[in-house]
């Protein structure tokens, strides 16, 4: 066996192996290009830039200014927007810029509820959004897991929220942005969209644009635009707020708002996401993500399955496991023993804890990534249904787990 100078080392080549040989179907996870890894494994992670380009607390900025400038370019034009300020640490990071932009705290923010599909940072009691303003909640109908968007509107007459928040981290179905501008421009309400998971289709007009109806965008970097873990808040057409430009206030929320020296080297992996997400070949495989996991909900379905919201637009779904008998718990755990990652997750009006849950969640951006096509999800269903409906049989297990690892390997980690 190969020796190590640090243990560290040896679990990062553990990790490697456990994602080669596994079926990857976290919604939120990708796999990044070997220049992504270059970019973000180099020698930029020894500088500090505290500040913007052309305006550093720090010398020897040259170089880096001119990074985050063509960064800040190309995410411009990949999404159409006047502005975009590329420091941001994570999605939550660049939500909470946008809040101490627009907010004050004590302010009214109306958010998706959690548990039917929305994130922490929308509200969440337990997340900062909850905690320093004031937050009340929409959700999905009962009747067919749908946002219910009447009910946005009642809120927003009722409320008048100062700011009203689109966007979902476990939502499979599109969303009607003009009709949350609606409820925005009842009380003059900022509308901010969250587009962490469906940036990267979004991108390529493969789902509703947010841009013609909000007035600030947020989203990760990775998930469906698969790139470096980070952050990244954009807007369409500047507007003022207090008498002072959007793009001034966010551009001071962020530094020195709520982080200090932004990291460089993860900024140079963005630029050489966006331009990868610029390529004609990042169409086609946006456009097979969708066509994998409605293939995926497709076959799923016929097996008996429970799908929230019964199918999918876009890069994901949830699965109502309360028919199988077992928990999302119990199931996340019990695919990832046998080469599959999912998480378990919570389905609208859930009787089951967040710990436990009754649902799963699945998603095709990183099995797409390995150049998995429609005609694999079949095989993928068969395996976890054959996981899930022998469970105590660990010779089957075994005997599946063999076969997915011996078929992942057949399809390399993204190497462009």
């Avoid at 927003?156 to 942005?177: F, H, N, Q, T, V």
């Avoid at 979004?202 to 470096?228: E, M, V, W």
């Avoid at 002072?244 to 900024?267: D, R």
């Avoid at 004609?280 to 097996?303: M, P, Q, R």
Wanted: proline share 3%; with cysteine; aromatic share 10%.
């Amino acid at each position: 066996m190969k020796k190590y100078n640090d243990i560290i080392f040896f679990l990062i080549k553990k990790e490697e192996d456990r994602q080669k040989k596994g079926i990857e179907l976290i919604a939120s996870e990708n796999y990044v290009s070997n220049n992504v890894i270059k970019s973000i494994g180099s020698i930029l992670t020894n500088k500090y830039a505290e500040g913007y380009p052309n305006k550093r607390y720090y010398g020897g900025c040259n170089l880096i200014d001119k990074i985050e400038e063509k960064t800040i370019k190309r995410a411009k034009k990949l999404f159409k927007a006047s502005f975009a300020n590329v420091q941001p640490h994570s999605g939550s990071q660049a939500n909470q810029a946008v809040y101490l932009a627009c907010l004050n705290p004590g302010d009214k923010i109306l958010g998706f509820n959690l548990s039917h599909g929305g994130h922490l940072s929308h509200g969440s009691k337990v997340n900062f959004s909850g905690i320093i303003y004031n937050s009340i909640f929409y959700g999905v109908k009962k009747s067919n897991n749908l946002i219910d968007y009447d009910q946005v509107i009642d809120i927003a007459k009722k409320e008048k929220p100062k700011l009203i928040i689109c966007g979902a981290s476990s939502y499979s179905r599109d969303i009607d942005y003009k009709i949350f501008r609606q409820a925005a421009d009842l009380n003059g309400s900022i509308l901010l969209a969250d587009i962490s998971h469906t940036a990267g289709l979004i991108a390529k007009n493969l789902l509703n644009n947010p841009f013609p109806y909000c007035h600030i965008i947020t989203t990760t970097t990775h998930k469906t635009l698969r790139g470096p873990r980070g952050g990244l808040i954009l807007v369409g057409e500047d507007f003022f707020i207090k008498k002072k430009k959007i793009s001034f206030l966010i551009n001071k929320a962020v530094f020195p708002g709520i982080q200090g020296g932004p990291f460089e080297n993860i900024i140079a992996g963005k630029a050489i996401a966006f331009k990868e997400a610029l390529n004609k070949k990042y169409e086609k495989y946006a456009k097979n993500i969708i066509i994998n996991s409605k293939e995926l909900s497709k076959h799923f379905k016929k097996k008996g399955y429970n799908i929230i919201s019964n199918g999918t637009d876009n890069h994901c779904f949830i699965l109502n496991l309360k028919n199988k008998k077992i928990s999302g718990k119990e199931a996340e755990e019990l695919l990832e023993k046998y080469n599959i990652t999912c998480n378990k997750n919570l389905i609208p009006y859930d009787n089951k804890s967040p710990f436990i849950t009754s649902g799963i969640r699945i998603g095709t951006p990183a099995i797409t990534t390995r150049g998995l096509k429609k005609k694999n999800m079949k095989q993928i269903v068969n395996w976890i249904d054959i996981i899930l409906e022998n469970r105590n049989n660990i010779n089957i297990c075994n005997k599946i787990k063999k076969e997915i690892k011996n078929f992942m390997y057949s399809y390399p980690l993204f190497k462009e």
